[in-house]
């Protein structure tokens, strides 16, 4: 089965540079959601989008924006990177049913991708 | 506010062996969702398990079983009969339902090692 794809898997980059992640959600799913995960740490909510619109707002700093475009993958901008924003972030699709009986579904979780700011 | 504790930081066990991972969550949502995630060393993080709030039913997956216990607001944990390959970090998160998009709040994972 299809998983969700993020690219680039790693990315070096020196500090004050600006970095974007990719990530394309597994098809049919409408909602994708960005978090960080520090050394040693549990993941954090950064954002999501739920069928092209800001859905959620986690620990996002100013410097970060993203967005999910109309195919449904999205992209996160960093700029003005900071040695403490390396990290492993991470993208996750899910298939949100609407209606009267809404549920939330499995968020799936693509590989990763490994920042280092140096 | 939501929280999610795993109060054991570390388990070291040798294979074959029973260990259980405790959770144990917080929320004022009258409908809410738990997970189970397993990170091996490799870095990505694996959907095992998804539990609604409305469903105490206990569930057994091969050599992995889900205690969900709402009266505790407790959601542990068994693998039976461990192996070198369960070595990882295990997550237990939660998610409400009120919106679309509506986050994961993960514990601070707990580090299994299983030894030879």
């Known amino acids: 089965a299809a998983g969700v794809i993020q690219s680039p898997r790693h990315l070096i980059k020196e500090k004050r540079e600006t970095a974007t992640l990719k990530c394309y959600p597994i098809p049919r799913h409408d909602t994708v959601y960005w978090y960080q995960q520090g050394p040693g740490q549990d993941p954090q909510f950064l954002i999501s989008f739920y069928e092209k619109m800001q859905s959620d707002k986690g620990s996002i700093p100013d410097r970060f924006s993203a967005q999910q475009f109309s195919d449904y993958h999205s992209e996160l901008n960093m700029s003005s990177l900071e040695l403490g924003d390396s990290a492993l972030y991470f993208c996750?699709?899910?298939?949100?049913?609407?209606?009267?009986?809404?549920?939330?579904?499995?968020?799936?979780f693509g590989p990763g991708t490994r920042l280092l700011v140096l | 506010a939501q929280k999610v504790t795993q109060a054991q930081t570390e388990i070291s066990v040798v294979e074959k062996e029973d260990v259980t991972l405790d959770c144990v969550y917080e929320?004022?949502?009258?409908?809410?969702?738990l997970f189970w995630y397993k990170q091996p060393p490799s870095g990505e993080l694996v959907f095992l398990i998804r539990?609604?709030?409305?469903?105490?039913q206990n569930e057994i997956s091969g050599r992995y079983s889900w205690n969900f216990q709402k009266s505790t607001s407790s959601f542990n944990f068994t693998i039976t009969a461990s192996q070198v390959v369960d070595s990882a970090v295990y997550f237990c998160?939660?998610?409400?339902?009120?919106?679309?998009?509506?986050?994961?709040?993960f514990g601070k994972g707990t580090t299994l090692s299983v030894s030879s």
């Open positions: 539990r609604n709030s409305f469903d105490e």
């Open positions: 929320t004022r949502d009258t409908t809410y969702y």
């Open positions: 998160a939660l998610s409400g339902h009120n919106q679309a998009g509506t986050a994961l709040i």
């Open positions: 996750a699709s899910s298939l949100e049913r609407g209606g009267l009986r809404r549920t939330k579904e499995t968020q799936y």
